[in-house]
């Protein structure tokens, strides 16, 4: 395991396609018995998702982690990590990735803080909607960090200040908390991304030779066998998100993926019955559209954020050694150091998706627990 951690002078500011199987070794090691918390099922309208030319719907799916002491402490006030799921997947298949509520409330037995945890649903026609802002999918930057923060501040006892908002997430979700992260800080004071896909996206890269990995979500992990609920995580293709009763993406999994792309990055809404223009037309490039997949890679759009960057109290990247988006996260991490913008960042024994639930309990809830602000009574 290679751990790098980049500090600067001021003060510390403290992504779908075939299924991983998961060994129980992803899971977490035993730890004393633990409070229960709960876990909820709720229904968020996004006003910024009204009119997406998908025709996906507006109300969102989330699940809501509530951690032991909710029922019990009501006048108790609470953080929120806000995690961003993988292509080809959606929230419930991600809340068995993250052992809800097992896995959270074992962390907390050894020590994290109680926290609110909240898994938005974004398995939209075309598998995932990249977290990105588009006629075609909707606004989901804006959804993430106004419709739904605003709801769960609304309806949980929460600490609705910046400082008491983190944002984390797996792959495509890694993606989305890079990009919204980056371009909504004024919502959220911390970011964890794990195993970021798509943060170079060049559709010339891989002509000729197959497909751009960097550009591509990375294959979505399967439930942890810890967790109480079913195994089967809802497979790219099959995920029973918004979207597929009425007619999904071409294809199921990778298939999708540059549909997904294209429709998140080059929305055009006078191209039916798609409303997206594709980087290549009769096998030429479309340099303009090229551009824009490019446009909307992280490893780009990072120079143009320093500030928002610098202002986050702790950010945090992770990607395992045997990923094959290792090579564009460790890009990502020179980044980051070249433009002096306080982070750490580590690379484990493991691949895309075999440690995730482990992290998340290990690693993930311990960093939200040290970077965001404390529980308000």
């Known amino acids: 395991m290679m751990t790098t951690t ?54 969102r799916p989330v699940i809501v982690y509530l951690p032991p002491s909710y029922t019990t ?16 997947a959606n929230a419930d298949a991600y809340a068995r990735v993250l052992a809800l509520p097992d896995g959270p409330d074992r962390a907390i037995a050894a020590g994290a803080r109680e926290m609110i945890i909240v898994l938005p649903d974004a398995f939209t026609k075309y598998s995932g909607s990249m977290y990105s802002s588009s006629l075609t999918t909707g606004d989901w930057e804006t959804f993430v960090a106004r419709d739904l923060t605003g709801y769960i501040d609304a309806h949980y006892r929460t600490i609705a200040t910046r400082e008491g908002r983190g944002l984390a997430g797996h792959s495509m979700g890694g993606y989305g908390t890079m990009r919204i992260g980056m371009k909504r800080s004024e919502t959220f004071n911390a970011m964890y991304a794990m195993s970021s896909c798509c943060l170079m996206n060049d559709p010339a890269a891989g002509r ?49 993926a ?47 954020y320093v500030p928002a ?22 890009q990502l991490d020179a980044a980051l150091a070249r433009l002096d913008v306080t982070h750490t960042f ?25 970077h965001l602000a404390g529980d308000a009574r």
């Open 208 to 256: 000729g030779s197959g497909a751009a990995r960097s550009g591509q979500p990375g294959p979505a992990p399967q439930a942890s066998p810890t967790s109480e609920t079913s195994n089967r995580a809802a497979g790219p293709g099959r995920a029973a998100g918004p979207g597929r009763a009425a007619g999904a993406g071409r294809g199921g999994g990778l298939a999708n």
């Open 6 to 59: 980049r500090r600067l002078s001021f003060a510390a500011l403290p992504v779908a396609c075939a299924l991983l199987a998961v060994t129980a070794a992803n899971g977490a090691a035993q730890q004393p018995q633990a409070a229960k918390g709960t876990v909820e099922k709720i229904t968020v309208h996004g006003r910024a998702l009204d009119g997406n030319l998908e025709g996906d719907s507006p109300d």
């Open 346 to 370: 580590e690379v484990y024994d493991g691949d895309h998706g075999n440690r995730v639930t482990q992290r998340f309990e290990s690693k993930v809830m311990p960093f939200f627990s040290q």
């Open 258 to 304: 540059p549909m997904a792309q294209a429709a998140a990055w080059a929305p055009n809404p006078h191209n039916p019955p798609d409303f997206f223009d594709t980087p290549t037309k009769d096998g030429e490039l479309q340099p303009l559209i090229a551009a824009k997949w490019i446009a909307n890679s992280p490893l780009v759009m990072v120079d143009q």
């Open 73 to 88: 402490q009501p006048q108790r006030r609470y953080p929120v990590v806000y995690f961003l799921h993988g292509y080809g």
């Open 309 to 330: 960057l610098r202002s986050m109290r702790a950010i945090a990247l992770d990607v395992g050694d045997k990923d094959t988006l290792a090579t564009t996260n460790r």
